[in-house]
């Protein structure tokens, strides 16, 4: 098993729908959780920390399910600008240091 | 400034050529990585300094050599590349908090790297 799963998608999303997609990780001693955005050919940039109680950043609402082990993305009013890969990142600490692990990534395709 | 500056931006080597990636950082952050991304895929891990000591060596061949000169600075050196070696190169930094974890990461914007 992967340590950190996402629905490579695409996701289809009709301008000005809500999206929503979800990351799972396996190491429940998992510290630190980030949803990165990726454009083709460039670099990840970071998008957003994921809290414990949860957080929002103007369309962008990201939630922490430590039970479960998943984290989740929501896209409200999505703009034709969202569409890109949305990358899951987990920090765990292991006896060699902190190592930050990419999920495989999630398209998202907004269309007019 | 959360800016990380990788050069050269593109670069093409022969697979007897060495050369060296440099990457550099003035955010004061302690943990610095490198990380290798082929086309349609998530960038995967290979290095992570942190506190200028190297931390974790994810089994990356030896043709790919890392160093930390000082807090600011990290370079990939290269030697013997072969053509599957070709990818994207990504540097990123971030706050290191030990057991406590990290902060975010920032990546610079790459190295786009061609073996011939």
């Known amino acids: 098993r992967k340590e950190v799963e996402q629905d490579p998608g695409p996701f289809n999303v009709p301008e000005g729908a809500t999206v929503a997609f979800n990351c799972t990780y396996s190491n429940s001693a998992s510290q630190s959780f980030f949803w990165y955005r990726q454009d083709c050919r460039k670099e990840p940039k970071l998008l957003m920390s994921?809290?414990?109680s949860g957080n929002e950043d103007g369309r962008f609402t990201a939630q922490l399910n430590r039970a479960s082990q998943y984290i989740s993305l929501l896209i409200r009013d999505s703009k034709l600008s969202d569409s890109a890969t949305y990358l899951c990142?987990?920090?765990?600490?292991?006896?060699?240091?902190?190592?930050?692990?990419f999920g495989g990534g999630t398209r998202v395709l907004v269309k007019p | 400034d959360t800016e990380v500056t990788q050069t050269p931006k593109h670069l093409v080597m022969g697979m007897t050529n060495k050369k060296s990636l440099k990457c550099e950082q003035h955010m004061g952050h302690r943990a610095m990585y490198w990380y290798k991304q082929k086309a349609k895929k998530p960038p995967e891990l290979m290095f992570v300094?942190?506190?200028?000591?190297?931390?974790i060596n994810e089994s990356v061949p030896s043709r790919f050599s890392p160093e930390c000169p000082n807090s600011s600075l990290l370079n990939l050196h290269l030697h013997a590349l072969q053509p599957e070696d070709s990818a994207l190169y990504l540097c990123?930094?971030?706050?290191?908090?030990?057991?406590?974890?990290?902060?975010?990461?920032?990546f610079g914007q790459g190295t786009r790297l061609t073996v011939v």
């Open positions: 994921v809290y414990s």
């Open positions: 300094y942190s506190y200028e000591k190297l931390s």
């Open positions: 990123a930094s971030s706050q290191d908090r030990g057991g406590q974890g990290y902060t975010e990461a920032f």
């Open positions: 990142v987990v920090n765990s600490y292991k006896a060699a240091g902190n190592k930050l692990t």
